[in-house]
């Protein structure tokens, strides 16, 4: 066989790849309280009860992808009549059908959570375009009934809203020729004293799982699969990742009414040319 020389051996290269999404908070919009006087959704986001315009960082690498969204709303209702109607709709930018973020009903009153999750859609591709976008709030209650709100504030960012099973896919890296990666990030859970479950990565499409697993090593380097405390530091030990073949980052929390969230990821990336 011909000799190899030194000058076609493949050099590596490294790479780090940093990621900060943070979290989208509105604070509460309410400074003190207001009563809902309106017995119908207001026309126009003009005359919206609240608005808050917010822009969510994404990847400047195109190798990292958005899959998910999480967002979570508080509402706190002090009083009415003692007939629960109030409505509640937030919308992205416009008041139209596929901008339609929470479309609520309150049957109660006191503290009000709803989340949702978004993976694809007209709010999905505006909230991860990079640019400014405005959420709209808007109240009514349709009898009449006086309803008291004394807050307002909405989150949203990279994430799920699973409780349960292998969470939802919220990062995607895909590299074009084969490389080797490791992943540091941190994760919150909203509201704060939640726990972060477990997340979970795994190498391959959707068809083809090549290879899962749990987060292996926490901050002090044990091996764990459920964290302790509402916020915190993991990572993804050093995997081979083959030729265009995506590794997914899924994410899972143990209350039914918040969000877990990417604050941060760091990924570090070895390839050869």
């Not at 290269?13 to 509460?28: G, K, S």
């Not at 973020?101 to 694809?120: E, I, N, P, R």
């Not at 895909?174 to 992943?183: D, K, L």
């Amino acid at each position: 066989m011909g000799n190899k020389f030194h000058s076609e051996v493949k050099s590596p290269i490294y790479e780090m790849i940093p990621y900060q999404p943070n979290i989208m908070d509105t604070t509460d919009l309410e400074a003190a309280t207001k009563t809902i006087t309106a017995t119908a959704e207001a026309s126009g986001t003009v005359n919206a009860d609240y608005s808050k315009a917010q822009t969510m960082p994404i990847p400047t690498d195109a190798r990292l992808a958005i899959k998910s969204m999480a967002h979570r709303l508080s509402v706190t209702i002090d009083s009415d009549d003692g007939t629960h109607d109030l409505r509640c709709r937030v919308y992205v930018d416009a008041q139209a059908a596929n901008n339609l973020l929470f479309d609520l009903t309150y049957s109660t009153t006191g503290s009000q959570l709803a989340v949702a999750g978004l993976t694809s859609g007209t709010i999905f591709n505006l909230l991860t375009d990079g640019a400014a976008h405005t959420l709209y709030f808007f109240f009514w209650s349709p009898g009449n009934h006086a309803p008291v709100v004394s807050l307002v504030q909405a989150w949203y960012g990279v994430g799920g809203v699973k409780s349960s099973a292998w969470g939802t896919k919220a990062l995607t890296f895909t590299s074009t020729p084969a490389c080797e990666v490791q992943a540091r990030f941190y994760h919150v859970p909203v509201p704060a004293g939640g726990v972060i479950q477990q997340v979970h990565f795994l190498i391959g499409t959707n068809s083809q799982a090549i290879y899962t697993g749990t987060w292996g090593t926490s901050e002090v380097g044990a091996v764990t699969t459920s964290y302790p405390s509402d916020a915190g530091y993991a990572g993804m030990t050093w995997q081979m990742l083959p030729a265009a073949t995506p590794v997914s980052f899924a994410i899972f929390h143990n209350v039914a009414t918040a969000g877990a969230f990417f604050m941060g990821i760091t990924l570090f990336i070895t390839r050869w040319e």
